[in-house]
């Protein structure tokens, strides 16, 4: 279902350069079996002034787009099949509803292990439909398309305990965006040094060391430098902000009013003190991932500007946090009491209207000069009143609709929790009992 709604509604036309230039790289690579540009035309890209920023002279003479390996490969598949003569968009777009949608699998997965099955179903439709998981990571291959991806896998790993495949969550991440292997790191050491193995650590940690040695072996290939940082590109880097007290960075990734993660993604407030009451209940390995989205973000807040290009309806770069928190909140939930848990029907109808028009119709994303002063939602509100009974008609059924789901605890228990242990077993045994 996850795959048939993100293909129906991918972007065919209206995309971010960052987006568009990897769908370049792969249609190249799948054609020519080479990612050089030697006299090649870029088009939309030929005559821009920010030419340099996509498409840049490597230090071993090639001309080369410079984005990340994982971004590039992964629409290769699609563009062998498609075998078109230009750089179509539409492998790309499927190729990002598919990868986004066995993200959506693995979350239900996880969650699956540590609480009720329709609980899990229900959070999961949460994280899909309500988020930009599906206006930017399932609209065309980002970054985050992999990174989504990738810190899924972690988790199904994590909740069963399959420390391979964590480790190769890492590679991933590390193939799509270097520095977001800290994620998998803190939770693979937090997890190892909880279970006193270590094992577990090197289990965890092997893939990565696999997937470094690739990155370094495209870059080598690619731009003639074993460096893997140059995949970015020397221009790119030149950019990058890298003072951590840069206050209205950090803060705009959180509050801006058009990029903002607690924006567009209010339910993480509504649910926030549930986090706290629970925490100490928490399945351990959801807490971990938490603090390593958390982490990660912060640092990315210190490197880059938090915008994240354009056009892009939602928040980019908060797209690791919400993959990482998503356990961990999710079997809060259960926790919330009062004004929070009158609050989140309301509240997750809300987030479904505003994703919707924005995965919908693209052409409302506003460029990113506007992330402080306006809101893209608002705005096609106020410019299209007729839009106002459309998202009413929608948002208040499904608000209701949860509403009494959520006053009525009993209408989510089922029988198979016995199954997953998530009841009974302590979150130590969950996630780091040492029986085979």
């Not at 993604?265 to 807490?287: M, Q």
């Not at 948002?395 to 009494?404: F, L, M, S």
Request: positive net charge; contains cysteine; proline residues 6%.
């Amino acid at each position: 279902m996850a795959f048939l709604v993100f293909a129906a509604t991918a972007s065919r036309d209206l995309l971010c350069m960052d987006v568009w230039s990897a769908n370049y790289a792969s249609w190249m690579l799948a054609t020519s079996g080479s990612p050089f540009l030697d006299g090649a035309s870029v088009p939309k890209l030929d005559d821009s002034p920010l030419r340099w920023v996509w498409v840049q002279d490597a230090p071993n003479g090639h001309t080369v787009i410079t984005r990340a390996p994982a971004v590039v490969v992964a629409g290769v598949p699609a563009h062998l099949l498609a075998q078109t003569d230009t750089a179509a968009l539409l492998p790309g777009a499927v190729t990002a509803a598919l990868l986004t949608a066995l993200a959506v699998v693995l979350m239900h997965l996880a969650l699956s292990k540590v609480m009720p099955r329709r609980r899990a179903l229900a959070s999961t439709a949460v994280f899909a439909f309500t988020t930009p998981v599906w206006s930017v990571a399932a609209n065309g291959v980002w970054p985050q398309t992999i990174t989504v991806l990738a810190i899924a896998l972690v988790a199904w790993s994590a909740a069963g305990q399959h420390w391979w495949t964590m480790g190769l969550g890492g590679a991933l991440l590390l193939s799509a965006r270097p520095h977001a292997a800290l994620i998998v790191a803190i939770v693979g050491l937090a997890l190892a040094w909880r279970a006193r193995r270590l094992d577990i650590a090197a289990r965890v940690g092997a893939p990565g060391v696999l997937g470094l040695v690739l990155v370094a072996a495209w870059t080598r290939w690619v731009y003639g430098s074993w460096n893997p940082t140059k995949l970015y590109g020397a221009g790119s880097f030149a950019e990058v902000d890298k003072s951590v007290l840069d206050v209205t960075n950090q803060l705009g990734m959180w509050i801006s009013p058009d990029r903002g993660i607690l924006v567009f993604t209010p339910l993480l407030l509504v649910l926030l003190p549930a986090l706290v009451r629970a925490w100490r209940t928490l399945p351990h390995w959801t807490t971990v991932l938490l603090l390593a989205g958390l982490t990660y973000t912060l640092l990315q807040g210190a490197m880059i500007g938090f915008t994240g290009g354009d056009p892009i309806y939602g928040y980019r770069y908060g797209l690791e946090f919400l993959a990482c928190a998503t356990p961990a909140f999710a079997v809060s939930a259960s926790h919330a009491r009062g004004v929070e848990r009158r609050l989140i029907g309301p509240v997750i109808a809300l987030q479904l209207v505003v994703i919707l028009l924005g995965s919908i119709a693209e052409g409302v994303a506003l460029n990113y000069t506007m992330a402080w002063s306006a809101n893209a939602f608002l705005r096609a509100m106020y410019y299209e009143p007729a839009l106002i009974p459309i998202a009413l008609a929608i948002g208040v059924p499904v608000a209701v609709v949860i509403d009494r789901l959520v006053r009525t605890p009993r209408s989510w228990s089922d029988d198979d929790v016995a199954s997953t242990g998530a009841e009974t077993a302590s979150p130590e045994r969950q996630v780091l009992s040492v029986r085979s």
